[in-house]
């Protein structure tokens, strides 16, 4: 199972907004809306921001929103704040009944 | 709060096993699946394979079939993930994470998180 594919890097200055790509196959993200997005700050664990493609855990500000279109999930961040400047990863439910994650992107607020 | 807390670091050389735990609370541990997850130095996320608490199905990933082994100990509320046949490539952070869904039949979504076994290989 091959690791989905996110660009390595954004950027944004606080206020804007951000999208990141997630890009898999119909084996994955085509195929089930169990698309989640994962924040990382340096050298702590992933903590869950999106679900279900679209759905926040409680706790999760509303400027984190998901989207999908046929094999391709999203993740945008509106009103950028310093914050935010983290690694994020997409993963997906695949039809082998396992997980994959995106490689990656590093956001960073400037 | 649901908590997972990790064993500590470990230094292994080639060819050695490693087995990291990882107790939780607060929850039902028995409702839940545990997935393993590594992240090597500067690199990205990996997903290893999947525990149900429950039954004990357990869902390994393609890359590590033949050397990894999870377990649970329901008695204690501990998830355990054993590697065996280390090498220098192994070199990475553990992570432990539960399933978003209770009784689920494979994982999809991992909403709580340990805070990583930082695991060592080299001679």
């Known amino acids: 199972q091959s690791a989905l594919t996110q660009p390595p890097s954004v950027s944004g200055s606080p206020g804007q907004s951000v999208t990141i790509s997630c890009t898999g196959t119909s084996n994955d993200v085509g195929s089930y809306n169990r698309v989640s997005w994962y924040q990382q700050p340096p050298g702590t664990a992933p903590k869950l921001i999106i679900y279900?493609?679209?759905d926040r855990p409680s706790g999760v500000p509303d400027r984190f929103s998901g989207s999908k279109s046929g094999n391709t999930a999203s993740l945008t961040i509106s009103a950028l704040q310093a914050e935010d400047e983290a690694d994020y990863y997409c993963?997906?439910?695949?039809?082998?009944?396992?997980?994959?994650f995106g490689g990656g992107t590093k956001l960073t607020v400037l | 709060q649901v908590q997972l807390v990790q064993s500590g670091a470990e230094v292994k050389k080639p060819g050695a096993s490693v087995k990291v735990s990882c107790k939780s609370s607060?929850?039902?541990?028995?409702?839940?699946?545990i997935s393993w997850v590594r992240q090597a130095p500067g690199q990205g996320l990996e997903w290893m394979g999947w525990?149900?608490?429950?039954?004990?199905?357990?869902n390994y990933a393609e890359n590590f079939q033949d050397r990894v082994t999870m377990t649970t100990d329901t008695s204690t509320s501990t998830a355990y993930m054993e590697l065996r046949s280390l090498r220098s490539d192994d070199t990475a952070v553990y992570y432990c994470a539960r399933d978003r869904y209770r009784y689920a039949r494979a994982t999809s979504c991992l909403d709580n998180w340990g805070q990583g076994t930082r695991v060592t290989v080299s001679s």
């Open positions: 993963s997906s439910y695949t039809t082998s009944n396992t997980l994959v």
């Open positions: 279900e493609v679209t």
């Open positions: 525990i149900s608490a429950y039954n004990g199905d357990t």
């Open positions: 607060g929850y039902t541990f028995n409702s839940y699946g």
